[in-house]
């Protein structure tokens, strides 16, 4: 219980990778004092409320707004999201207009006797790779972008 509720702190926490450790660190320290006077860790836990309520606690502590921060990762990662989405077309696009004609082998200028099949299922799976960054990445933006309005 104890572990899982460190976890959640930590993943609440918008703070560096340092600071986060320095706070994890301090929570078992509370945790190891309490366990050695006798107190349950579910009684700590109470105590020090619920992990968002114990991260939001920290960030006024230290003056940081985590739903800016927040905001701005939703912002930022939608638009490189669209941006990977708009890369994955441009090489599907070259994919098909640089792919030769039908039934030519190599750069010949005639048609050959010559039957070549098959084909490449990389331009299919590109294709709906960049339509789940769309719409992933819209999402993100979206919210990002309807939350700072609040």
Not at 9 to 36: I, M, N, T
Not at 37 to 56: C, H, Q, T
Not at 91 to 99: D, T
């Given at each position: 219980?104890?572990?899982?509720?460190?976890?959640?702190?930590?993943?609440?926490?918008?703070?560096?990778?340092?600071?986060?450790?320095?706070?994890?660190?301090?929570l078992r320290e509370a945790f190891a004092?309490?366990?050695?006077?006798?107190?349950?860790?579910?009684?700590?836990?109470?105590?020090?409320?619920?992990?968002?309520?114990?991260?939001?606690?920290?960030?006024?502590?230290?003056?940081?707004?985590?739903?800016?921060?927040?905001?701005?990762?939703?912002?930022?990662?939608?638009?490189?999201?669209?941006?990977?989405?708009?890369?994955?077309?441009?090489?599907?696009?070259?994919?098909?207009?640089?792919?030769?004609?039908?039934?030519?082998?190599?750069?010949?200028?005639?048609?050959?006797?010559?039957?070549?099949?098959?084909s490449s299922a990389v331009p299919p799976?590109?294709?709906?790779?960049?339509?789940?960054?769309?719409?992933g990445g819209a999402l993100l933006l979206?919210?990002?972008?309807?939350?700072?309005?609040?």
């Amino acid at each position: 219980m104890e572990e899982r509720y460190l976890r959640q702190v930590k993943r609440a926490l918008c703070l560096p990778g340092k600071r986060k450790k320095e706070v994890v660190r301090d929570l078992r320290e509370a945790f190891a004092s309490a366990k050695e006077n006798g107190e349950p860790a579910e009684a700590v836990i109470e105590r020090l409320g619920s992990p968002e309520d114990f991260a939001g606690g920290i960030h006024e502590q230290l003056g940081i707004d985590a739903a800016a921060k927040r905001r701005r990762r939703d912002v930022f990662v939608g638009a490189m999201l669209l941006l990977l989405a708009a890369a994955a077309w441009l090489v599907l696009w070259l994919s098909r207009a640089l792919r030769p004609a039908e039934n030519v082998i190599g750069q010949a200028d005639a048609m050959t006797s010559i039957q070549v099949s098959g084909s490449s299922a990389v331009p299919p799976l590109l294709g709906l790779a960049a339509a789940v960054l769309v719409v992933g990445g819209a999402l993100l933006l979206a919210r990002g972008l309807r939350a700072r309005r609040r």
